[in-house]
């Protein structure tokens, strides 16, 4: 299975994958404090998320999380794709309904607008 690698400052963090896995990705977010001005950048925070959305079953679908951390300036971060049987457990799963009837549904929708909206012009 493809999984992504993540290493800090050249130690191996985490093997992220899974079987059933339908999205993977790694987020590195930099935010700033509400109040921050050009000469105090206190409160600045690295955060590094990996994480998944996986099958459960027809109707949900699991979040899955391996790595939620923060990072410091300067931090080496090396995220390499591979090939592997198995990866780490994840470090936090939540169950969530299934959105793709929302999705379906909100594609048919959009393709009845368009239909209704253009008919007239072009069937004849």
């Known amino acids: 299975m493809k999984a992504f690698e993540i290493s800090l400052n050249g130690e191996r963090k985490a093997i992220c994958g899974a079987k059933n896995i339908k999205q993977l990705a790694t987020m590195l977010t ?35 999380k391996w790595v939620r951390t923060k990072l410091n300036l300067g931090t080496e971060l090396t995220v390499r794709i591979i090939d ?14 299934s959105r793709r009837e929302e999705f379906e549904r909100h594609q048919f929708e959009t393709a009845k607008d368009t239909y209704l909206r253009y008919r007239d012009k072009y069937e004849k």
């Open 30 to 64: 930099l935010s700033w404090p509400e109040k921050r001005t050009e000469n105090n950048e206190d409160g600045i925070e690295f955060i590094l998320d990996v994480q998944g959305l996986s099958v459960a079953t027809k109707d949900e679908e699991e979040v899955v």
């Open 84 to 97: 592997v049987d198995e990866a780490d457990l994840p470090i936090d799963k939540q169950t969530i309904k």
